[in-house]
T-cell receptor, first 117, second 114 residues
Framework: DADVTQTPRNRITKTGKRIMLECSQT?????MYWYRQDPGLGLQLIYY???????NKGEISDGYSVSRQAQAKFSLSLESAIPNQTALYFC????????????????FGPGTRLLVL | DQQVKQNSPSLSVQEGRISILNCDYT??????FLWYKKYPAEGPTFLIS?????DKNEDGRFTVFLNKSAKHLSLHIVPSQPGDSAVYFC?????????????FGKGTLLTVNP
C-alpha cells in the first residue's frame, strides 16, 4: 500500500547543492524516521521525530537536517550535498500510541535513490 | 561495533526446501526483534517479529526462533518459493530510553531457485 510516500523517487544533484527529500504518511502514526542505506550495509538512522515538536539526531546526522512540518510530513535536507551522501534514503513511521509507548513495528516508504555528482 | 550481525551475505535454496536465515546480536538490552524483507526498488516491508518473552513466533510459512542465551535468532521459511527471493534484514530494539531505535543487520540476500 502507499501509506508512506516519498518524493522524489530518484534524484541526481551536484556537489554543493541543497536538496530536500520529502516524506508523507497517511497512517496517522506519531513517529517518523529517516534512514540511509549504502550498498552492502544495513539501514542507518539519520534523524527521528516522536512528534511535531520533538526531533532527534540519529547515528549519522552530520550534513543533514530535518523538518517535521506536520504529523504526517517529515522532510530531510542535505544542506550542501557531497558525493559520499550518494545512497538510498528511506522514511519510516511507527505508532506508539496503541502500544502504550513501547516500540511498534516501523513501516517504510519506497525509498529515494540519490546520486551526488 | 555491529550490534546486530547477519554473517551470511547470501543464501541460495531450491524451491520447496527450507530457508534458514540467521542473526546474532550482542546487546543484552534488546528485547524485541523483527525481520524485514526488501525487494529491489522498494522499501523494507515488515515480515514477522518476536518479543523476548517468547522463543518462537509463527506466521504461515514464516517462523522466527529466538535463543536468548545464545543471543541468536533465525527465520525459517518453509516451503521456500521463488517470490521469497529478496534481501532479509534482521532488526532489534531495546526497552526504556532506546525503544525508539531499530538496529539493523546488513542483510542476507535469499535466492530461491525454481
Amino acid at each position: 500500500d502507499a501509506d508512506v510516500t516519498q518524493t522524489p523517487r530518484n534524484r541526481i544533484t551536484k556537489t554543493g547543492k541543497r536538496i530536500m527529500l520529502e516524506c508523507s504518511q497517511t497512517k496517522g502514526h506519531d513517529r517518523m524516521y529517516w534512514y540511509r542505506q549504502d550498498p552492502g550495509l544495513g539501514l542507518q538512522l539519520i534523524y527521528y521525530s516522536f512528534d511535531v515538536k520533538d526531533i532527534n539526531k540519529g547515528e549519522i546526522s552530520d550534513g543533514y537536517s530535518v523538518s517535521r512540518q506536520a504529523q504526517a510530513k517529515f522532510s530531510l535536507s542535505l544542506e550542501s550535498a557531497i558525493p559520499n551522501q550518494t545512497a538510498l534514503y528511506f522514511c519510516a513511521t511507527s505508532d506508539t500510541k496503541r502500544a502504550g509507548g513501547k516500540l511498534e513495528t516501523q513501516y517504510f516508504g519506497p525509498g529515494t535513490r540519490l546520486l551526488v555528482l | 561495533d555491529q550490534q546486530v550481525k547477519q554473517n551470511s551475505p547470501s543464501l541460495s535454496v531450491q524451491e520447496g526446501r527450507i530457508s534458514i536465515l540467521n542473526c546474532d546480536y550482542t546487546n543484552s538490552m534488546f528485547d524485541y526483534f523483527l525481520w524485514y524483507k526488501k525487494y529491489p526498488a522498494e522499501g523494507p516491508t515488515f515480515l514477522i517479529s518476536i518479543s523476548s518473552i517468547k522463543d518462537k513466533n509463527e506466521d504461515g510459512r514464516f517462523t522466527v526462533f529466538l535463543n536468548k542465551s545464545a543471543k541468536h535468532l533465525s527465520l525459517h521459511i518453509v516451503p521456500s518459493q521463488p517470490g521469497d527471493s529478496a534481501v532479509y534484514f534482521c532488526a532489534a530494539s531495546g526497552s526504556g530510553g532506546s525503544n525508539y531505535k531499530l538496529t539493523f543487520g546488513k542483510g542476507t540476500l535469499l535466492t530461491v531457485n525454481p
